[in-house]
């Protein structure tokens, strides 16, 4: 069992830090959340994504795409996503482009997924004209969209605790799994500096080292266009408030969620809220300018969301029918999820930064 083999490797080198036991637990070969065969989302997984709710959350990304497509000069484009999945929004994305013939036939949709067992479900789902590069860097440097949605809060995070100075939080193992502090690395206190973050003494918090690679590996790669990245968390201001002493990190096992990542390991999915501040200032810093940043729901109503839905479910349905549906997705897309979800547009060259999901 992963349990055992996470324990051996402590007994062997010592505590690991949160970082590397989460990254065990979530990507370790063949044992690890992601990398091990069982369904993940949906009714027999752990949790829902939004493009497991509807078709029309992906049709509204693909109309995001198009103008996107167009403001770049309606040539060749690239979509690269990260994390897709199931496949499901890909797919869904790909069937409302396929409209737009002249974009369709130019367009190049790649997919960057770390989980082979996600890889393999996804190559059996969708078309040829998707393909799998092992790293953004083959394809630059491209024009076009990168793409992410519910990808930065599956990162593995580093836990720290301001006592009399930052200290970083380790696992170790005895009887059972415990917690130890040790200082933390200039890398970590240097984060929260950047950010002009001062945490409070007992505070604790995730930093999340790797989103700053991921956004600095994409501004490299892209020569010109925009990044969509839809994901839960706040803004810096929002994110370290009294009411988030304890961290944000949670995990979902079979639609329950709990915040202890030492049960159920490799059988739950961990994640933690993401700073979107971090995301706008490295990102600055490698050249790419903030767009805007919105809640989904207010994007999906700006995109129309509703009126999509009416116009392409009509068909066949009773007004009665129609309405309780409309009612559901509702709730679930633009109420529950539509208000914790953001959406961050960022852009690089020079391309117009009026989009229309930001509109509102």
């Not at 890889?119 to 040829?128: I, S």
């Not at 799994?177 to 007992?202: C, D, I, N, W």
């Not at 096992?253 to 059988?267: L, R």
């Not at 490698?286 to 767009?291: K, N, Q």
Request: charged share 20%; with cysteine.
């Amino acid at each position: 069992m992963l349990s055992d083999i996470i324990k051996q490797k402590i007994q062997q080198e010592g505590p690991l830090s949160f970082h590397d036991f989460m990254e065990m637990a979530l990507y370790y070969p063949q044992s690890g959340y992601y990398t091990s065969p069982p369904e993940k989302i949906g009714t027999n997984g752990d949790f829902y994504t939004s493009s497991s709710l509807t078709s029309a959350f992906g049709a509204m990304i693909g109309r995001q795409l198009e103008q996107l497509w167009g403001l770049l000069g309606g040539g060749p484009f690239t979509i690269v996503e990260y994390g897709a999945g199931t496949g499901q929004l890909c797919q869904d994305i790909l069937d409302y482009l396929q409209a737009n013939r002249r974009l369709y036939d130019q367009l190049r949709y790649c997919i960057i997924e770390k989980s082979p067992s996600l890889r393999e479900q996804q190559k059996k789902r969708l078309p040829d004209k998707v393909s799998w590069p092992d790293s953004i860097r083959d394809l630059a440097p491209l024009t076009g969209c990168v793409l992410s949605n519910e990808l930065v809060d599956n990162f593995s995070v580093h836990q720290v605790v301001m006592g009399g100075e930052l200290m970083e939080v380790y696992v170790d193992h005895g009887e059972d799994f415990t917690e130890r502090l040790a200082p933390a690395s200039p890398a970590l206190k240097e984060y929260l500096a950047e950010l002009r973050v001062e945490l409070p003494e007992g505070y604790r918090a995730e930093i999340n080292l790797e989103a700053i690679r991921w956004i600095e590996e994409i501004a490299a790669s892209l020569q010109k266009g925009y990044v969509i990245t839809i994901d839960y968390g706040y803004l810096s201001s929002g994110l370290y408030t009294g009411s988030r002493s304890r961290g944000t990190l949670l995990c979902y096992h079979q639609h329950t969620i709990n915040d202890s990542p030492y049960q159920h390991i490799g059988q739950q999915d961990i994640t933690a809220h993401v700073n979107f501040s971090a995301l706008c200032h490295w990102g600055l810093k490698s050249g790419l300018a903030c767009c805007g940043l919105t809640n989904q729901a207010q994007f999906l109503l700006a995109l129309g969301i509703k009126e999509y839905f009416r116009k392409t479910e009509a068909k066949g349905q009773d007004v009665l029918a129609l309405a309780k549906k409309e009612a559901q997705l509702t709730h679930l897309l633009l109420v529950d999820m539509g208000m914790k979800y953001k959406v961050l547009i960022q852009r690089k060259g020079r391309v117009p930064q009026d989009l229309l999901g930001l509109r509102l």
